[in-house]
Each structure stands twice: as C-alpha cells, then as structure tokens.
C-alpha cells in the first residue's frame, strides 16, 4: 500500500480552499453589483411610468381641449355668419 503524505494532501485542501474563497468573494461583488444594477433599473422604471403618466395626462388635455375648438368651429359655422 502507499503511504500517503497527509501534509502535502492538506496543503492542497487549504490551496483548494483558497481558491473557493477567492471565487465566492468575487460572486458576492457581482452579486451585489447585480442587485445594485437592478435598483437602478427599478428607478429609471418608476421616474419613466411617472413621464409617460404625465405626458398621457396632457395628451387627455390636448385632446379634450382640442375636441372643444371642433365643437366651437362646427357651431360656428353652422350659425353660417358669411351669408
């Protein structure tokens, strides 16, 4: 049988664990640089729902204002003031 060299098989557990270590860390950054990227997505999400509330908003007040001129031009000229 062969005898092993138990110091040489843990300096190869902790290299391994080192490197698992270096690896989660690195994870965790792009995890929370993730997270932060996705905060930032729901911000520009919510301030652009707000833009397109507003600007729907005043579309409804283009268009009503608009159907009121119609509704003046059509009255006005069917009290046909030129004859």
């Known amino acids: 049988m062969e005898e092993r060299n138990y110091d040489e098989l843990f300096s190869d557990i902790l290299i391994h664990l080192a490197t698992l270590d270096e690896q989660l860390k690195k994870a965790d950054t792009r995890m929370d640089l993730s997270v932060?990227?996705?905060v930032k997505l729901?911000?520009?999400v919510e301030f652009l729902t707000k833009k397109?509330?507003?600007a729907i908003m005043a579309f409804q007040e283009f268009i009503s204002m608009q159907s009121k001129l119609n509704k003046y031009f059509l009255d006005?000229?069917?009290k046909d003031p030129i004859k």
């Open 52 to 54: 397109q509330d507003t």
């Open 76 to 78: 006005y000229i069917e």
């Open 42 to 44: 729901e911000n520009r």
């Open 36 to 38: 932060k990227r996705i």
